[in-house]
Every structure is written in C-alpha cells, then in structure tokens.
C-alpha cells in the first residue's frame, strides 16, 4: 500500500501512528513524514538499534529479549507496544530484522524481518517477513511491510 494512502485514512479518521525502528534505523518514520501534513497523524518515534535502548526506552522485557531473541514476533510486538504507550498513538508500528551483508547475533538468514504493530484498544501482532537484495534493499523491503501492515489493518484487508 502506498504510504499517502496510510496517511490519507489516518487524517480522514483523525487517527495517529508511531514507530519503533531497530534494523529500518528511521526509514519507517521518514517514509511516513514524506507525506505533507505528516505532523498531524505521525508525532514520531523511537530509533533503538542496540538491546538496551529496547528494554529502557520502549520497555521490552529481558526475559523476552534474552529467551525470544532481538529478532522474534515478541520482541517486534513489545517494541510497537512501548513506543504506541509511550508516545501515546493510536497505533504503533515496529521493526526488528537481520539486514546484511552478514547474518548476525542471531543466526538469522539475511533479509528476516519481524514487523510489529500494537493498536490501542486492540489487538498487538506481528508478521515475519523476508526480503532479498543488499543492506539497503532489505531495509526498504522491511519499510514497506510495516507500511502494509498498517494499512491492510486500516482498510481492514
């Protein structure tokens, strides 16, 4: 879904959006404030690239980073959770993935996402995804899933 369709549903139903970002490091929340009047539906959000900017600033539990691991559903869904509370939206998108070149801590293949989204009053999930190409690829690819995601919860797809 293109993200001025997002925005163009969050402003027709006064509705706003924040976000989480580990591997995207901000590309979800510049995607969402390349939209004129970004202001009025995405207040902002939180870079946390390393562990323990998740669990002090968005509050991801330990023991779910530590048995889970930084990139699970779990902790993608405490991450959009933390920051929809902390920011205080209505919906909170999150992501947390392995972009490359090499596979990482977590033994992940290149290109593994987990997109959270966290909807107040509703219902907190997370989708796993998986994207090809180089660094920037991957990155643009988890962007666009998180984009998606909000959207087919919006348009209730």
């Known amino acids: 879904m293109d993200v001025k369709d997002v925005a163009e549903i969050l402003l027709e ?7 989480a970002e580990a591997c995207t490091c901000g590309l979800v929340g510049y995607t969402l404030g390349t939209v004129p009047g970004a202001s009025k539906f995405f207040p902002g959000g939180v870079v946390a ?3 323990g900017l998740k669990q002090r600033v968005l509050g991801v539990s330990d023991e779910i980073y530590n048995t889970k691991g ?3 559903s779990e902790v993608a869904i405490a991450m959009a959770r933390g920051v929809r509370e902390l920011v205080g939206t209505d919906f909170a998108v999150s992501t947390t993935g392995v972009t490359g070149p090499a596979a990482g801590r977590s033994g992940l293949p290149v290109g593994t996402f987990y997109v959270g989204l966290s909807v107040k009053d509703g219902e907190d999930t997370a989708v796993e995804i998986h994207v090809s190409g180089d660094r920037d690829a991957t990155k643009h690819g988890a962007t666009q899933a998180a ?3 909000l ?3 919006l348009t209730g797809s």
């Open 13 to 19: 139903r006064d509705l706003t959006v924040s976000v």
């Open 49 to 51: 690239y390393t562990g």
């Open 70 to 72: 930084s990139v699970s």
């Open 147 to 149: 984009i998606d995601l």
């Open 151 to 153: 959207g087919r919860h």
